[in-house]
């Protein structure tokens, strides 16, 4: 089963709200603890409750970034997942405190932990459904009958959206951070001019970017590490009136990381048609190869199933006049 957690005109309704009745039945979650999306605004943060985003350093020359974007446009990140949340005390403590006064359904759902004796006495944790964006607004495929599942030490079958090295590895990948390409046209971009030869210039290197999502909580202890290796760089003049229209150059790595040297390659680009009173948008990505380590270390074997490249992309509006001639 599918959920959209509906939001209200505030704040969204939660299942220790006294005031939640709920057409459909369904149990709305309580908010997570505190935390930040990192989001791949930052190189570091916090996601769900307790895992723990780190970056390394982009390298390179580059000094701009943006936020990984994936080449499948279908690849998605998780929107939900299970956390070791609570011991059966807390868990105890959690439900009386968080639905006191509540009504149908949460009274019910509330009650099944009561009648479960909230599995005091075995060896376990409780576990909670955890959003990855605090508005509820996409789709969880967690039933609201179960935003708590019991874990045991010697669990005989997992439940398939519990926490895993694979889920943080796509959490690590949706917060990584990639920097832009540093490319440079010359003429500067605001004198280029029809049928004279614009040359686009590589300036800068770059070297692996890796991310790594962590638990280590209630001893659940997990890591996943992404890591993105620049593969190519392609430009593409913005216009269907350029020769060429696109190239790639392959990024190869020399003593300073990866770089290419458009110096010399056959796709300076021209431009035959003038933008008129507009611009041309020209632009340049880089390719990321990116794969995943099941712990915090980088160099650690790669695992699968395999991650869609990443996309780092630079975007200018470029302007092309005719060449005046002088008559005498």
Known sequence: ?????????????????????????????????????????????????????????????????????????????????????????????????????????AASYAKKRADEDYHKGDKGLWWQVQFRNDDYTDACPVTPANWEIWVPPAQPKADPNQLTPEI??????????????????????????????????FEGDFDRVWTTASINYKGVQM??????????????????????????YDLVKGDNGYTVDSKDAGCNVTYLRSSGTGTYPFKASITWKVTWTDSADPDGPARQPGLPDGLSTYEQNVTVKEIQAVNR
């Open 1 to 105: 089963m599918s959920l959209v957690v509906a939001l209200g005109a505030g704040a969204p309704a939660y299942a220790g709200d006294p005031s939640y009745g709920g057409d459909e039945g369904d149990v709305q979650p309580t908010p997570p603890s505190s935390g930040t999306d990192s989001g791949g605004s930052s190189g570091t943060g916090t996601i769900g409750a307790h895992i723990q985003i780190s970056q390394s350093k982009t390298g390179g020359s580059s000094n701009s970034t943006s936020k990984a974007t994936s080449s499948n446009a279908n690849w998605k990140p998780p929107v939900c997942w299970y956390e070791p949340m609570y011991t059966p005390d807390e868990y105890e403590d959690f439900i009386k405190s968080s639905y006191k006064g509540a009504q149908e359904p």
């Open 168 to 201: 943080l590895s796509e959490l690590a990948y949706n917060s990584t951070k990639l920097p832009k390409p540093p490319v440079v046209l010359s003429p500067s971009p605001d004198r280029l001019k029809v049928n004279l030869g614009t040359r686009v210039k």
């Open 223 to 248: 890591a996943a590490t992404t890591v993105a290796t620049p593969l190519a760089l392609k430009v593409e003049a913005g216009t269907a009136d350029a020769d060429p229209q696109s190239c790639t």
